[in-house]
């Protein structure tokens, strides 16, 4: 029997966080008494959401970059199909850069359609700068979706990301983000963030590591209802890290150290991504049983 489950990982650090679908594959029969297709449901549903909303952030980051060459972050080649409309007063510190793929979208080199527009809106400094004095006001962008969905799923909401930095390294931001996406067949799933960022910046960008953790007082790193009507939250127990390293010696897009726990409603899923090896293993223990899976790189998101 062959079962798939998409989790998300990390594409590359040079953007600080790309989504990536892994599919994972099963042929021993037994294993469906650990994991039917409602589990598979739940855990690919809390993939699919996370890597379309995320990807958005990917986006904006590299819209920033454009006005601001200096931050060591490459162009995103997924927006390059869209309108560049930037505001008329823009500075480092402040302004607005709109994406507008159009109503009719564009349609990227990986062959993903996207509509609508994606506008970034930046305060309190250049977002990739620590903080140079205490500020009521920290560097804060913030990405709004107007009319936004990439292959027909819908996806609206309001996404705030503000660096709380002390050091140049880590550099450390907070993420608040809450978004509803819809489906051609009009189910929908609504999904609220609270997460930290820090970008973990070495001598040689290829050893850059970026770590993922629940924002300190969060009940949950995300939570919301699934398209199946279901109420779902996840914890992370143990910051999810990324590593440059890893991508580029053995193309590992998922974290290599931390633990996420998905509850859906009943259901508590507890994935394990191991202590740093750059593999594509990672454990999924539900009910008493556990699993080891291995993540396939699906060439559709190369």
């Not at 930037?86 to 009719?104: Q, R, V």
């Not at 127990?237 to 998922?254: D, F, G, H, M």
């Amino acid at each position: 029997m062959k079962t798939t489950i998409e989790i998300v990982g990390l594409k590359g650090l040079s953007t600080l966080l790309v989504a990536l679908v892994l599919t994972l594959w099963s042929c021993n029969k037994s294993d469906d008494s650990v994991f039917n297709l409602q589990d598979v449901q739940n855990l690919n549903t809390d993939g699919a959401l996370e890597s379309a909303q995320d990807e958005t952030q990917d986006i904006a980051t590299g819209a920033l970059n454009t006005n601001d060459p200096a931050g060591r972050v490459e162009g995103d080649d997924r927006s390059e199909c869209a309108t560049k409309i930037p505001g008329l007063n823009n500075t480092k510190e402040a302004g607005t850069i709109t994406l507008d793929f159009g109503p009719a979208g564009c349609t990227d080199k990986k062959g993903n359609l996207r509509k609508g527009k994606i506008i970034v809106t930046w305060s309190g400094g250049q977002w990739f700068k620590t903080p140079t004095v205490p500020t009521l006001t920290p560097p804060t962008h913030t990405i709004t979706l107007d009319g936004y969905s990439i292959n027909g799923i819908a996806i609206a909401g309001t996404r705030t990301v503000t660096n709380i930095s002390t050091a140049n390294s880590p550099l450390t931001w907070t993420i608040v983000a809450n978004h509803t996406s819809t489906w051609p067949d009009l189910t929908t799933a609504t999904r609220v963030v609270k997460r930290t960022r820090q970008w973990i910046r070495a001598t040689n960008p290829s050893d850059d590591r970026v770590i993922i953790s629940q924002t300190a007082g969060a009940p949950s790193a995300a939570e919301g209802t699934n398209r199946y009507g279901k109420k779902y939250s996840v914890q992370i127990t143990t910051p999810l890290e990324y590593s440059a390293a890893c991508v580029i010696s053995n193309k590992v897009y998922k974290p290599v150290k931390g633990v996420k726990v998905v509850t859906v409603d009943s259901k508590v899923y507890t994935v394990d991504f191991g202590t740093g090896a750059c593999d594509n293993t990672f454990t999924v223990t539900y009910n008493g049983k556990t699993r080891t899976f291995t993540g396939k790189n699906d060439s559709s998101n190369d």
